[in-house]
T-cell receptor, first 115, second 117 residues
């Protein structure tokens, strides 16, 4: 079955350490996204990529970095510069970047806790 | 500014009751798409429905129905005869193009629905 795989499901890190969240999709989708979910705040866009080797900042990109070396993969690094990194992170993909009627397909998320 | 408002933070109903989740949006565009997603306790958001701005027909899918009213910028979601398995957080989202030629999705803050047995 096609889908999006995020790993790990739970991640614990010490403050000051960088951490990378994995996101892999086998849906052959061009566009991929990273969202952050905090209680009562809905989903906020961190970064998105519409094609390999290209990505754009979302609404809350500070303290995060991404890469898109392969169509299937869009890892997110939470750097030590991110002031409040503890959150639930969701990766998503959609078919094509030229049409905005494509629904997003989501992974199961990674819950990051930084202490 | 583009915005999606889900004023109901949490709703509790008893099984078999009908429940309506409200969604109000703001946009400058004449062409846009609206979506509803369900987030069960497992965390993954599941796509439920998509509606474009030119199609104001209501839609029914089993126990689910959606009422899109452009005049009031609302896209409400009704679950008929609710079941415990409907318990989840429901998100309304708006997709529209940007001036740079890309597009983005804007999510509401979600409504947590609890269906009690």
């Amino acid at each position: 079955d096609g889908g999006i795989t995020q790993s790990p499901k739970y991640l614990f890190r010490k403050e000051g350490q960088n951490v990378t969240l994995s996101c892999e999709q086998n849906l052959n989708h061009d566009a991929m996204y990273w969202y952050r979910q905090d209680p009562g705040q809905g989903l906020r866009l961190i970064y998105y990529s519409q094609i390999v080797n290209d990505f754009q900042k979302g609404d809350i990109a500070e303290g995060y970095s991404v890469s898109r070396e392969k169509k299937e993969s869009f890892p997110l690094t939470v750097t030590s510069a991110q002031k409040n990194p503890t959150a639930f992170y969701l990766c998503a993909s959609s078919q094509g970047f030229s049409t905005y009627n494509s629904p997003l397909h989501f992974g199961n998320g990674t819950r990051l806790t930084v202490t | 500014a583009q915005k999606v408002t889900q004023a109901q933070t949490e709703i509790s109903v008893v099984e078999k009751e009908d429940v309506t989740l409200d969604c109000v949006y703001e946009t400058r565009d004449t062409t846009y798409y609206l979506f509803w997603y369900k987030q069960p306790p497992s965390g993954e958001l599941v796509f439920l429905i998509r509606r474009n701005s030119f199609d104001e027909q209501n839609e029914i899918s089993g126990r689910y129905s959606w009422n899109f009213q452009k005049s009031t910028s609302s896209f409400n979601f009704t679950i008929t005869a609710s079941q415990v398995v409907d318990s989840a957080v429901y998100f309304c989202a708006l997709s529209e193009g940007t001036t740079s030629g890309t597009y983005k999705y804007i999510f509401g803050t979600g409504t947590r629905l609890k269906v009690l047995a």
